[in-house]
RNA sequence: GCCGGCGUAGCUCAGGUAGUUAGAGCACAUCAUUCAUAAAGAUGAGGUCCCAAGUGCAAAUCUUGGCGUCGGCACCA
């Protein structure tokens, strides 16, 4: 019986094209995915698009757009990224403004109300004439806008819908206490135990509609939206059909005594998966998420990618010159897995020639030459292997980089064998003997094409057809000076 | 300011409950070679393990202090 296996990235906001930093992501929960997948498991992987709020309806605006041909737009951007990125066939694109996420969240919102979570109450914003936009303490210098800083900040009441966070302080405290795995990285995890520690203050979760009509409407009040990442949050359910297909809800989510989803998400998401969410939950009454992986940021020499330091670098641009398993391999194996790191063209031509040109793809060059001149037939593939523990282990804690480095630590010890045992001079002076290793290092190779799917899977599949085939295939990654 | 992390070869990092000459990958140099993508292989160079004091027979590893650096301390998603 397989395994339910349920993984969500967050939705990116569909207020700018995707970058590195969603790359990451994608590749991050994709390996998993299919890593999931390649043990048997039944998995359901969800993606997607963030699209209501008020930067989406003022970008539409500027464009001279409507905000749905905005979104819909933006949504055909980040669905061909996804299909760029080869992520796993079955992956679920749910978009916020899909009609059955809007009457989820709609729903959503009646439970958080029928647990007396919700209530109405007079809100002050603190808004820039100058920038034309609402600004939070944060924001502001000495109560001042610094862009600004002639302006006075005007103050703007306005009555929203607010949602009863402060009531959840022990609930969460306790779900911590309960599940002490939930956040991963620990670090992480002490960072939200601290914030939520420290007291918790009910928050805004609706905008008026006559300011900022693109929202999902608040049940039974035509003059308020739901705030964007209320809304939002939800998509991880309502992704599975929830609230109307509550068996399969069950099977991927869980239950409240067995919860079983798993979140990526990054570092600037800490408090919104895992407490405000995670409130949001128990307030529905609704099982928690089993755990929450949390990734760093990707800098690029050193410092946040910004275009006025021209520092940019961009994902689809790498993946049409290099190729899509050559910009996985790198988030995989060289980006950290939950700390910043650091992305330049140098270190990703560098690992590009190591890794791809002289490892992998020369490895698979001397071999299936051999096989291709000296086997009749093509290897049987060997049966299913175990995995390698040190594979599987850095994959169950998320460290990519290690199940990475344990393929190729297997890649350099066939190389090194190759060139040890030399088939290709002992098929001359005994062609059975030099066939028999020649066949044995085709299947190795057949082995690590399989370690290979969930971090390479185009490359893991044309390999495992050569061999099928018994054909060379054309040079898999040509080096690039 | 408060809390926490980190500071080890050119680069990215591992090690660190103290115990032989400090590790890996990449980059670099030399040699050799052809089954292969001028690739792979062998050899080698490269480190006062941030600084100082302390506790040990013994400290990169423990303690204290200092310096540097990064992150968190709510409504930007």
């Given at each position: 019986?397989?395994?339910?296996?349920y993984?969500t990235?967050?939705?990116?906001?569909?207020?700018?094209?995707?970058?590195?930093?969603?790359?990451?992501?994608?590749?991050?929960?994709?390996?998993?995915?299919?890593?999931?997948?390649?043990?048997?498991?039944?998995?359901?992987?969800?993606?997607?698009?963030?699209?209501?709020?008020?930067?989406?309806?003022?970008?539409?605006?500027?464009?001279?757009?409507?905000?749905?041909?905005?979104?819909?737009?933006?949504?055909?951007?980040?669905?061909?990224?996804?299909?760029?990125?080869?992520?796993?066939?079955?992956?679920?694109?749910?978009?916020?403004?899909?009609?059955?996420?809007?009457?989820?969240?709609?729903?959503?919102?009646?439970?958080?109300?029928?647990?007396?979570?919700?209530?109405?109450?007079?809100?002050?914003?603190?808004?820039?004439?100058?920038?034309?936009?609402?600004?939070?303490?944060?924001?502001?210098?000495?109560?001042?806008?610094?862009?600004?800083?002639?302006?006075?900040?005007?103050?703007?009441?306005?009555?929203?819908?607010?949602?009863?966070?402060?009531?959840?302080?022990?609930?969460?405290?306790?779900l911590?206490?309960?599940r002490?795995?939930l956040v991963?990285?620990?670090?992480?995890?002490?960072?939200?135990?601290?914030?939520?520690?420290?007291?918790?203050?009910?928050?805004?979760?609706?905008?008026?509609?006559?300011?900022?009509?693109?929202?999902?409407?608040?049940?039974?009040?035509?003059?308020?939206?739901?705030?964007?990442?209320?809304?939002?949050?939800?998509?991880y359910i309502?992704?599975?059909?929830?609230?109307?297909?509550?068996?399969?809800?069950?099977?991927?989510w869980g239950?409240?005594?067995?919860p079983k989803a798993l979140q990526?998400a990054?570092?600037?998401?800490?408090?919104?998966q895992s407490?405000?969410w995670q409130?949001?939950l128990?307030?529905?009454?609704l099982p928690s998420t089993r755990q929450i992986v949390?990734?760093?940021?990707?800098?690029?020499?050193?410092?946040?990618?910004?275009?006025?330091?021209?520092?940019?670098?961009?994902?689809?641009?790498?993946?049409?010159?290099?190729?899509?398993?050559?910009?996985?391999?790198?988030?995989?194996?060289?980006?950290?897995?939950?700390?910043?790191?650091?992305?330049?063209?140098?270190?990703?031509?560098?690992?590009?020639?190591?890794?791809?040109?002289?490892?992998?793809?020369?490895?698979?060059?001397?071999?299936?030459?051999?096989?291709?001149?000296?086997?009749?037939?093509?290897?049987?593939?060997?049966?299913?292997?175990?995995?390698?523990?040190?594979?599987?282990?850095?994959?169950?804690?998320?460290?990519?980089?290690?199940?990475?480095?344990?393929?190729?630590?297997?890649?350099?010890?066939?190389?090194?064998?190759?060139?040890?045992?030399?088939?290709?001079?002992?098929?001359?002076?005994?062609?059975?003997?030099?066939?028999?290793?020649?066949?044995?290092?085709?299947?190795?190779?057949?082995?690590?094409?399989?370690?290979?799917?969930?971090?390479?899977?185009?490359?893991?599949?044309?390999?495992?057809?050569?061999?099928?085939?018994?054909?060379?295939?054309?040079?898999?990654?040509?080096?690039?000076?």
């Amino acid at each position: 019986m397989a395994k339910p296996f349920y993984i969500t990235t967050t939705l990116p906001y569909v207020n700018s094209v995707a970058h590195a930093g969603h790359a990451l992501e994608y590749v991050q929960a994709d390996i998993l995915a299919r890593y999931h997948a390649l043990i048997g498991d039944e998995v359901f992987f969800n993606t997607g698009t963030d699209e209501h709020g008020v930067k989406i309806y003022r970008k539409a605006l500027e464009e001279k757009k409507d905000p749905q041909a905005y979104v819909d737009e933006y949504a055909e951007k980040f669905k061909l990224v996804v299909q760029k990125l080869n992520l796993y066939p079955d992956v679920h694109f749910i978009r916020t403004t899909d009609p059955h996420h809007k009457a989820a969240a709609q729903e959503f919102w009646r439970r958080c109300i029928a647990a007396g979570d919700i209530y109405k109450k007079n809100y002050e914003v603190k808004y820039c004439v100058g920038c034309e936009l609402e600004k939070t303490d944060s924001e502001l210098q000495n109560g001042r806008c610094p862009l600004h800083p002639n302006l006075d900040i005007e103050i703007i009441k306005e009555e929203n819908y607010f949602f009863r966070f402060s009531k959840y302080q022990v609930p969460l405290l306790d779900l911590y206490a309960r599940r002490p795995d939930l956040v991963v990285p620990d670090y992480r995890f002490n960072e939200i135990r601290a914030f939520v520690a420290a007291g918790l203050e009910d928050f805004s979760i609706s905008r008026q509609k006559t300011k900022m009509p693109w929202g999902i409407p608040v049940p039974d009040d035509p003059d308020q939206v739901q705030y964007v990442w209320f809304d939002a949050l939800i998509n991880y359910i309502s992704t599975l059909g929830w609230p109307e297909e509550n068996e399969k809800f069950e099977k991927f989510w869980g239950i409240i005594d067995s919860p079983k989803a798993l979140q990526v998400a990054g570092k600037d998401q800490i408090r919104q998966q895992s407490a405000m969410w995670q409130a949001m939950l128990i307030s529905a009454n609704l099982p928690s998420t089993r755990q929450i992986v949390i990734h760093g940021f990707i800098t690029s020499g050193g410092q946040k990618m910004s275009k006025s330091t021209g520092n940019v670098i961009d994902p689809m641009t790498i993946i049409d010159e290099y190729g899509t398993d050559a910009l996985r391999l790198f988030l995989a194996r060289h980006i950290h897995p939950f700390e910043d790191s650091d992305f330049t063209m140098e270190k990703f031509k560098e690992s590009y020639n190591a890794d791809l040109a002289n490892g992998l793809g020369n490895l698979a060059a001397r071999i299936l030459t051999l096989a291709e001149a000296n086997l009749e037939k093509p290897v049987e593939h060997p049966a299913p292997i175990v995995f390698p523990a040190e594979y599987t282990n850095a994959l169950e804690k998320y460290d990519y980089n290690t199940a990475c480095d344990n393929v190729w630590k297997l890649i350099g010890e066939l190389d090194k064998d190759l060139t040890d045992k030399k088939p290709f001079s002992v098929v001359k002076a005994d062609p059975e003997a030099g066939k028999t290793m020649i066949a044995d290092m085709t299947k190795r190779l057949y082995t690590i094409a399989r370690l290979l799917q969930p971090i390479l899977p185009t490359t893991s599949d044309t390999l495992k057809a050569a061999i099928g085939a018994n054909k060379k295939p054309a040079n898999l990654f040509p080096r690039k000076e």
